[in-house]
């Protein structure tokens, strides 16, 4: 079992790949912009998640066994989905003005009932900026999380079961300070009413159903497998992996991770004609195309552990586009 993460003294490698796939492939620039129908699908996740609630609320408890299935099958997909976008918000991918984009955040953040869209915008800039710097990356996990849960698969499992709460825990490693603000409180405002008004309208079956979706759609299911097939390997000679299948489709293209962090101002729906349009970088790369085999493959092979990752000294790299 490694007891540290990969050490490299190069830098990361997206923006150089950026720089050369422009050089070879300068189309590539009509790509970058917004998609304000994003907007549209946030609404749209928005109903179908509180109305699932509601419908949880009115069967009442009687049938908690269908509010665990819903959750898993169903809300897992709608949360994970709004996980995107707010991710898309941070990049300001969906309006020009960085005030709407936080707008839309604060309500895709409502069905999670715990509040996360601010510090999520923190560390994510900060983990883009300083891809495996310690200190100012907080998508790599904390050490304390490494010596925890350990390399027995049990621990694995138990570390996705979890991770949502681990992933409210990581901004304070980086600073949580940074996030303290109005649109911070505004944050856990909106999150406060939309959470009482889904208890008074809906009861605890209604709660139970949304707080089942915000830990499966991140933590033990085929989704949270995108958490490893971002940055986790056991081939440190490529610390960045994509997935291409099916669930692509639910999920807003996620998977394209190495197209997203060599390009972040190109918007989820056009990140597949980024590929398609410099196949000579993206095709020769490792990628994945099943999440629940990447689930049960991190969780069994000893090769994967929480140390999987590429640790750097400090660089500040700034995105190409």
Not at 150 to 157: E, F, L, P
Not at 161 to 184: E, K, Q
Request: hydrophobic share 45%.
């Amino acid at each position: 079992m490694s007891q540290d993460f990969f050490q490299s003294a190069a830098d990361e490698p997206h923006r150089a790949r950026g720089r050369a796939i422009l050089a070879a492939h300068p189309e590539v620039r009509q790509l970058v912009g917004r998609n304000p129908w994003t907007a549209a699908v946030m609404l749209f996740v928005l109903s179908v998640q509180t109305g699932m609630a509601a419908l949880m609320g009115h069967l009442g408890a009687d049938f908690w066994w269908l509010t665990l299935i819903a959750a898993y099958g169903i809300g897992a997909c709608a949360n994970h989905c709004m996980y995107v976008i707010t991710h898309e918000t941070c990049h300001n991918l969906i309006f020009k003005r960085r005030a709407w984009n936080r707008v839309v955040a604060l309500f895709a953040d409502l069905p999670n009932l715990f509040p996360g869209a601010m510090g999520f915008s923190v560390y994510h800039l900060k983990h883009h900026a300083h891809q495996g710097d310690y200190g100012l990356d907080g998508d790599l996990p904390s050490r304390w999380e490494a010596r925890l849960f350990g390399n027995r698969w049990i621990g694995k499992a138990l570390w996705l079961a979890v991770m949502p709460i681990i992933l409210m825990l990581r901004p304070g490693r980086i600073g949580a300070s940074a996030m303290v603000g109005g649109w911070w409180l505004a944050n856990i405002a909106l999150i406060i009413i939309y959470d009482l008004l889904i208890w008074y309208f809906f009861g605890l079956a209604g709660i139970a159903y949304l707080l089942l979706s915000f830990f499966f759609s991140i933590g033990l299911h085929p989704l949270g497998a995108r958490w490893i097939q971002e940055h986790y390997t056991y081939d440190p000679a490529q610390e960045t992996m994509s997935y291409y299948g099916p669930a692509n489709l639910m999920t807003l293209n996620v998977g394209y991770h190495n197209e997203h962090h060599d390009f972040p101002s190109i918007p989820w729906n056009r990140l597949p004609k980024l590929r398609e349009l410099a196949p000579d970088y993206y095709d020769t790369l490792q990628s994945e195309t099943s999440w629940t085999k990447l689930l049960l493959r991190f969780v069994f092979d000893p090769r994967y552990t929480l140390h999987s990752r590429v640790e750097r000294p400090g660089k500040q790299e700034s995105p190409v586009l």
